[in-house]
């Protein structure tokens, strides 16, 4: 496949801005879709080769005219501020995940667009604690909280398109929980960072995670993009680790103090309660709702994941996770988010 113009939904977030430079470094011309033209100049300035398209994904059928003389459709966006604001979201949820996706893929392809990467998650997989996941423990979505569900149904809606409609080629790339340079957001990742090298963290919680860099996860992208196989999945999780681990390398890096302390599940409960009172009356995001609580509980130690297939058929490799950690922190100092100094 020869890529020239690539189309990137979600472009100025963690991931997708870190898929546009990659494409851009590799000579590849970015048509990038963003919901803001003030925060995409934010996120990337002059950046070269690099066309804004302003739309949103409630809305594919407005923006989809930039889709044509594309090579590929790289879908990065998704709602999942479920997380940050408390409550339930099941309709926003269901409206751009579920139904943005179907949408985008079919209006893709009416674009002229033959080939679609689509960015799923490791919340479509599910396997028992401490076993190793791989691509085909595939989670059900009655065993999912709506955040995960909406996931593995955006997914069945490409593949449902795809058994339809055979020349449409699509990939599914399953990040784990992403880490990197440029998280404006700041994503969930972004916040804990911020929060352990200002000195906020009252203490540890309990729960352990797959930890990718959201830069290996970009060339997953590209790689699936170019060698995947058509419908199939591949795993882009990272390195399992605990908060007991994570924390105190995010402290060494920013050369700060962590706290030493497991915070009780009850108590998690009632900050997170409290802290979704603040989020209703503020309107701002959160650092951890009644579904991070849940999600931690009920998820803890299924976060291992083989990467056999990424590795055998996409050539996929991972960078270790202190230069991760190394390059968000000098990112947020050299942006302003952190003192130059902690």
Known sequence: MNLQTAFVTGATGLLGNNLVRELQGRGVAVKALVRSAEKARQQFGDLAGVEFVVGDMADVKAFAPAMHGCDVVFHTAAFFRDNYKGGSHWETLRR????????????????????????????????????????????????????????????????????????????????????????????????????????????????????????????????????????????????HMTMRELIPLIGRTAGVATPKRALPVPLLFALASVQEIYARITGKPILLSLATVRLMVKEADRTRFSHAKSEGELGLGFRPVDHTVRDVIAWYRTHGWLPASA
Do not use: C
């Open 96 to 239: 751009i995940n579920v139904d943005g996706t179907a949408a985008l893929i079919a209006q893709a392809y009416a674009a002229g667009v033959r080939r679609f990467v689509q960015t799923s998650s490791i919340a479509v997989l599910h396997g028992a604690p401490g076993s190793v996941i791989d691509e085909t423990h595939v989670r059900e979505p009655a065993d999912a909280d709506d955040y995960y569900r909406s996931k593995i149904l955006g997914d069945r809606a490409v593949l449902t398109f795809l058994e339809n409609v055979p020349e449409m080629h699509a990939t599914f790339v399953l990040p784990g929980w992403m880490w990197g340079p440029g998280d404006i957001g700041p994503t969930s990742a972004g916040q804990v960072a911020l929060d352990t090298a200002l000195r906020r963290l009252p203490g540890l919680v309990p729960g352990s995670f797959s930890v990718v860099d959201a830069r290996d996860v970009a060339q997953a992208h590209i790689a699936a993009a170019l060698r995947g196989r058509r419908g199939e999945r591949y795993l882009a999780a990272g390195r």
